[in-house]
């Protein structure tokens, strides 16, 4: 999922958190890569709710974790991993092996959350 697909997704009235769920699902499964917030619907919706591009209220994550800036240890685990990654051609259209399973815990989080939401819409 890039920046365009994404933005596309979000203006068709698509979750953010679908959205979110779509793109580290690419991640881990090497048709994907991380752009940080430039591809991350969650990110876009609480810059544009917020007017604000490093206001994270409303975003499920901060608001599960009260951290800005996604400075959580699931998504600082896959940066410091990524960033730091010398395999050849990781994260110019997909990411390497060991970046895609350092991407499981952020999805993980975010499935969670996913099914969080909808327990809370059913009550
Ligand atoms: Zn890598």
Known sequence: MR??????GYNNGEDPLDLSIEK???IVDGVGINEQASNCALCHDASIR??????CRGCP???K???DGCGIREYEKFMATSVNCT????GLIRHCKKCREA???MLKLLKELKKQKELTCKN
Not at 87 to 90: L, P, R, V
Request: charged share 45%; hydrophobic share 20%.
């Open 3 to 8: 920046r365009e697909q994404m933005r596309k």
């Open 24 to 26: 580290w699902q690419d």
């Open 50 to 55: 917020n007017s604000n591009p490093i206001d």
């Open 61 to 63: 994550i901060y608001e």
């Open 65 to 67: 974790k009260k951290i």
């Open 87 to 90: 395999t050849k051609d990781c």
């Open 103 to 105: 991407g499981k815990p």
